[in-house]
């Protein structure tokens, strides 16, 4: 009947007939939630008794979409008991069913991303624990833009004109295609960056980096740009690909554990022993110390003054750098008290020439 021609005073409501379509409803939408209520209630128990905590993350996230699936496979029931029903739920589950579905996947690699994040938490191995947070981050975020993007067109598809326009572009695919490949290759590339980058990892969250001459932690890895945070909390925001191009240094790519040096400068007539028996003695005795490396070496002999480089180890980066400040500050500390002609002072003047003589060359 057309809309010209319907009169709303031929509609005449029948309380019979409304009543009996409410109970073809009720009934069975009841017993679908009382057995996804049954069904998660034994679920619950199953993953509670499990050691892992991704089967637990993966049922909480379904439960919500579960029961409207649930919900929805009743009313189906309903509709084919029903012809009076069956014609509504033509209508409404060309659109329902893309959405559930689509609601449901996303659900689910939600709670399995939850899941694995918790699994790589409880890991004793910093590395292992960093290596799996940035597949797992980078992998799930592109499964749900997948997700998204297909269910998006699965409902748009089922209006007609959208589905001609659909039709129209498929006949061009081919020039369609490159227009697209034309204007989105930025895009892509940064997808393709992503996903090389979750793959490959030449760094993963929480790896101390150094980009740019600028050193900190990695907190966010995205398709198109890494967050980096440095030590005076300025968050640096560098493009993935930049990482992929060019060079950086990742100081935790396999361990945290390094060596890192502290440079003395001292007056030329200086005793080297008595220095190195006073830093072994202290480093020694310093917690951050891992027992690894600890050595004190002349570098560099110039007539001015003589370069000590002293090198100690720690397991941790944050560890190191205390190290390094704590052996700097008391080397000085302890020349200035026990050897105060060690350091080097710049002498605003210099001894008379005698005459006829010439200065020693430098």
Known sequence: MSLSRYDPRSWQFDPGAALEILIDLAVPTLLALALH???FLLLGRIVRASQTQVDNSVVAAVRSPARWAVI?????????ADPRIAAGWAVIAAYLLPAL???TAYALIDGLIAGLELEAEASEDPVTMRARRTRTSILGRTAKVVVVVITVALILFQLPGVRQIGVTLMASAGLAALAVGAAAQPALKSLIAGLQMALTQPLRLGDMVKVEGQSGRVEEIRWSFVTVRTWDERLLVVPTVRFLDGIFENWSRVSERLTGPVFLYLDPATEIAPIRAEFERFVASQPEF???SASLDMTEARPESVEL????????????WNLRVKVR???????????????????LGAAPVEQGVEPPPR
């Open 72 to 80: 929805a496979a009743a009313l189906a029931v309903a509709s084919a």
């Open 37 to 39: 209520w049954a069904a």
């Open 309 to 320: 480089r002293v090198s100690v180890s720690a397991a941790t980066i944050a560890d190191l």
């Open 329 to 347: 500050e008391h080397m000085f500390d302890w020349l200035r008290r026990e050897m105060p002609d060690a350091l080097v002072r710049h002498r």
């Open 290 to 292: 891992d027992g690894r």
């Open 101 to 103: 579905v689509g609601w």
